[in-house]
């Protein structure tokens, strides 16, 4: 027995003692992994480690092109470019709309500035004045115009002027005596001019049959509906578009207060000409069409690249969780199953996606069948912000370089627990100020409005207005309104500022001091770190023939 403890305390802890007894005689020997477990886990390892090389070292490793990184570069410069092109369209459309907005003002609004903050009218010859200067104007319109403006026609017959009043049903009112007897119930009543018929400027009542009862008026609607081309569009080789504008004059009365507010709004409707003729525009279409096309292949051989190689890392997880768990008895935690799923390709899939799509839409735009600017314009400007946030990926294997998105990855939780604290307080003084100071203060007369105001306080705007124009209001809104103030610029600026940078900084140091002194291995990169062959070795285009040859004779699970 003593022969027997002895040789069992010289034995290696690692190796596990196998004893077989009969009665009394025990036989007991050592056993050790066989060579094809030893050659399988050498093999794992060797494979994780090529998985999470660099493309650099990978093309040391076996000769393979960084084809991905290639195509990264090519599809940022294409994508950009498409950008830019639609930028330029889009941009016109929108300058097209907001000066046809402009050029209504000043054709249909009388005696209008662009300077004129609140347009209003006070009495009841002007408010009849300015409704028969719309009117005329408008049965006058292509006569007067300089724009390439017209009536939109249904069946041959010219769309109508309409002229609504939103009124109370019932409405007795004596302010002298301080009595009031009203019903509340609104009613609507509209009639329509022609423009090809005769109007006389003899005023509304007498010319149209509209009377308007002042002490029942809650809003004077005027509804036009005018047509127009683009045509600047031409001048960058494009086809213009046909524009529907949807104009609503209000006159609003709803507070009787003695001011009757004009203001002019403008609904668009982008629609396809129905017929067009453009010299010599074929041969320009059919370029920018094949641009398009060639990113749309570049994005779908990204898309498919990525997609491949998020599902090589989903089946190397899956063998690298099976070895742990026979080999070893354990399981792997999330963390490091997640390390497989690498967020940069799953980046990069969306901005494919949804680069795809803003192409074909731009295809349809270019070639007249949508005319969807602003979800063309989404999906290609959130799918190139996308793309060139997914060239950090490639920085990742730079540590200098990439330690912004280290320290934002790293103080990422720190900062969301403590940003829903600071929100909190946020939203309390959002809803103390848009309730007290909105009555009184412009910036705060609704809650987003109030949000916006107190954000720009935090980075020193609207400070001194803020003061300022609640100078001269009572005595207890001014008091509430300097507690409120002095109490949000220290706590915002000095306070929850300077600890949300604070977390930032401890993280970035602690990030450095990792870089510096090494950071902890977790248990996948200690398993990793046993392999020592390096990139240069040979031995991962041996494990390359032997993938593309087939599985070991030996029956193993792991086996890609």
């Given at each position: 027995m003593f022969r027997l403890d002895s040789e069992f305390v010289q034995m290696s802890e690692k190796e596990p003692l196998m004893c077989n007894g009969s009665k009394n005689l025990f036989a007991c020997h050592r056993t050790a992994k066989s060579d094809v477990d030893i050659k399988i886990e050498e093999d794992l390892r060797r494979k994780l480690k090529y998985f999470f090389m660099s493309p650099c070292q990978k093309y040391r490793a076996?000769?393979?092109?960084?084809?991905?990184?290639?195509?990264?570069?090519?599809?940022?410069?294409?994508?950009?470019?498409?950008l830019v092109s639609f930028g330029l369209s889009n941009?016109?459309?929108?300058?097209?709309?907001?000066?046809?907005?402009?050029?209504?003002?000043?054709?249909?609004?009388?005696?209008?500035?662009?300077?004129?903050?609140?347009?209003?009218?006070?009495?009841?010859?002007?408010?009849?004045?300015?409704?028969?200067?719309?009117?005329?104007?408008?049965v006058h319109l292509q006569n007067l115009t300089v724009g390439n403006h017209a009536f939109e026609k249904i069946d041959g017959m010219f769309t109508p002027l309409s002229l609504c009043q939103d009124f109370y049903r019932h409405a007795n009112i004596s302010p002298a005596n301080e009595t009031f007897d009203i019903d509340p119930h609104v009613e609507t009543e509209c009639i329509s001019i022609y423009p090809i018929s005769p109007y006389k400027n003899d005023g509304l009542a007498n010319d149209t049959n509209f009377t308007l009862d002042f002490q029942r008026l809650l809003?004077?609607?005027?509804?036009?509906?005018?047509?127009?081309?683009?045509?600047q569009t031409v001048r960058h080789q494009e086809l213009p578009d046909c524009y529907d504008f949807n104009i609503n004059i209000m006159f609003d009365n709803q507070a009787h207060s003695g001011q009757i507010k004009i203001s002019l709004s403008s609904d668009v409707n982008i629609k396809v000409c129905k017929d067009w003729n453009v010299s010599d525009s074929n041969n320009h279409f059919l370029l920018i069409v094949l641009f398009d096309c060639v990113a749309i292949c570049a994005c779908l051989l990204s898309l498919v690249l990525c997609t491949r190689s998020v599902y090589t890392g989903i089946l190397l997880q899956f063998e690298y969780t099976t070895h742990v768990s026979i080999q070893h008895g354990k399981t792997v935690c999330r963390s490091?199953?997640?390390?497989?799923?690498?967020?940069?390709?799953?980046?990069?899939?969306?901005?494919?996606?949804?680069?795809?799509?803003?192409?074909?839409?731009?295809?349809?735009?270019?070639?007249?069948?949508?005319?969807?600017?602003?979800?063309?314009?989404?999906?290609?400007?959130?799918?190139?912000?996308?793309?060139?946030?997914?060239?950090?990926?490639?920085?990742?294997?730079?540590?200098?370089?990439?330690?912004?998105?280290?320290?934002?990855?790293?103080?990422?939780?720190?900062?969301?627990?403590f940003s829903i604290c600071a929100i909190m307080i946020y939203l309390s003084y959002c809803f103390g100020g848009w309730i007290v100071l909105g009555p009184h203060h412009e910036n705060f007369r609704t809650f987003n409005m109030a949000a916006d105001c107190l954000f720009s306080m935090i980075n020193g705007d609207e400070i001194y207005s803020t003061f300022t124009k609640l100078r001269d209001r009572n005595y207890l809104v001014w008091v509430f309104s300097r507690m409120y103030v002095y109490s949000f610029i220290p706590l915002f600026t000095y306070m929850v500022l300077s600890l949300f940078i604070a977390l930032i900084t401890d993280t970035y140091e602690t990030i450095k001091n990792y870089q510096k002194d090494g950071a902890p291995f977790s248990e996948l990169q200690a398993f990793i770190a046993e392999c020592r062959d390096s990139p240069d070795s040979g031995k991962y285009i041996m494990d390359e023939e032997a993938s593309t040859s087939g599985c070991l004779c030996a029956p193993c699970v792991y086996c890609a």
């Open positions: 076996r000769g393979r092109k960084p084809w991905k990184l290639m195509l990264q570069i090519f599809k940022i410069a294409i994508i950009t470019i498409q941009e016109m459309m929108v300058t097209f709309k907001e000066e046809n907005l402009i050029a209504f003002k000043h054709f249909f609004l009388k005696n209008y500035r662009d300077s004129d903050t609140d347009y209003a009218v006070y009495t009841r010859h002007e408010v009849h004045d300015h409704i028969q200067y719309i009117i005329k104007r408008y809003a004077v609607n005027i509804y036009l509906k005018i047509k127009a081309i683009n045509l490091e199953r997640m390390e497989f799923i690498n967020g940069w390709y799953i980046l990069i899939i969306i901005s494919d996606t949804l680069t795809i799509a803003g192409s074909v839409l731009k295809i349809c735009i270019q070639s007249k069948e949508l005319t969807n600017y602003d979800v063309c314009s989404i999906l290609l400007g959130f799918s190139t912000m996308l793309v060139w946030i997914g060239v950090m990926r490639y920085l990742s294997f730079f540590q200098k370089y990439y330690i912004l998105i280290l320290t934002l990855r790293a103080a990422l939780p720190n900062v969301i627990r």
